[in-house]
C-alpha cells in the first residue's frame, strides 16, 4: 500500500497550490479520502474529505470556499486545490485513506506559504 503526496512548495500569499496524492495497492475507489494538515507545534488537523465515489466533501471552516478536494478514481489520485492561501495554511499536508477499520497514510508534504 502507498500513498504519495506531491505538488508542494513554497507560494506568497493569495498565491495557489494543488497538490496530488497518488494511491496503490488497495481499492481506491472504495475508500474515503481526506486530507489532513500539521503545522509545527499543533496536532494534525483534518482539513478536507471526500467520498468513495466523489459526490460527497467537507471542509474545515478555516478553508472552506478557498479549498477544493477532488478525486479520479481512473487515476486513483485524489487533488487538493488550494487557492487565496495564507500564511496560517503553512503546514505539512498529509493524505488519508479510509474504510471501516482500515486507514493509511502518505508521507506528507510540506506547504509553506510566506512573503
Known amino acids: 500500500v502507498q500513498l504519495v503526496e506531491s505538488g508542494g512548495g513554497s507560494v506568497q500569499p493569495g498565491g495557489s497550490l494543488r497538490l496530488s496524492c497518488a494511491a496503490s495497492g488497495f481499492t481506491f475507489s472504495s475508500y474515503v479520502m481526506k486530507w489532513y494538515r500539521q503545522a509545527p507545534g499543533k496536532e494534525r488537523e483534518l482539513v478536507a474529505t471526500?467520498?468513495?465515489?466523489?459526490?460527497?466533501?467537507n471542509y474545515a471552516d478555516s478553508v472552506k470556499g478557498r479549498f477544493t478536494i477532488s478525486r479520479d478514481n481512473a487515476k486513483n489520485t485524489v487533488y487538493l486545490q488550494m487557492n487565496s492561501l495564507k500564511p496560517e495554511d503553512t503546514a505539512v499536508y498529509y493524505c488519508?485513506?479510509?474504510?471501516?477499520?482500515?486507514?493509511?497514510w502518505g508521507q506528507g508534504t510540506q506547504v509553506t506559504v510566506s512573503s
Open positions: 488519508n485513506a479510509v474504510r471501516w477499520y482500515d486507514a493509511y
Open positions: 471526500i467520498s468513495s465515489a466523489g459526490g460527497s466533501t
